[in-house]
């Protein structure tokens, strides 16, 4: 867990934040958001409890935390504009994407996080939720707000 703060600590410099300036070449850059969707592949759909957060569903841990809010921890967004920004903001929708389509409800619900705070884009929901008819109402629910950019 710490090594997940230290990471993502703003008061240390964030490295997620260098990502939007020149210290690193794009592709270093593209590269580094596409690293994300090991982090959830490999470390938070395997070891986080599958309940929903936004609601306090019960059985959750601190990993579960970390894993709803990695988004604005992060403080990534899907962009446009200059080549630089548009192609970091394609790695985070690709991310955002692949994470909805983990088995793991608490992985599916920071992407739709994400999403509902603008570090995705709102289509990427309606392809999630036509691919998930059967989805847990709460979860739905918070789909269509996350769309909506109506999220805590």
Known sequence: MRGLYYLTNMQLGGCWRELYRMRVTTEAA????????????????????PVLSHIAEPGGSELNGVCYMWRDIISLRSETGDDRRGRIGEAVDTVIRRTLALP?????????????????????????????????????????????????
Do not use: K, M, W
């Open 104 to 152: 793991n409800i608490a992985c599916q619900e920071s992407a739709l996080h994400g999403v509902g705070h603008g570090c995705g884009r709102s289509d990427v929901v309606d392809q999630y939720l036509a691919a998930n008819p059967n989805l847990p109402p709460a979860l739905r629910a918070y789909a269509l707000d996350a769309r909506a950019g109506r999220v805590p």
């Open 30 to 49: 593209v590269a580094c958001v596409h690293t994300i969707y090991a982090l959830f592949e490999r470390v938070f759909a395997p070891r986080c409890a």
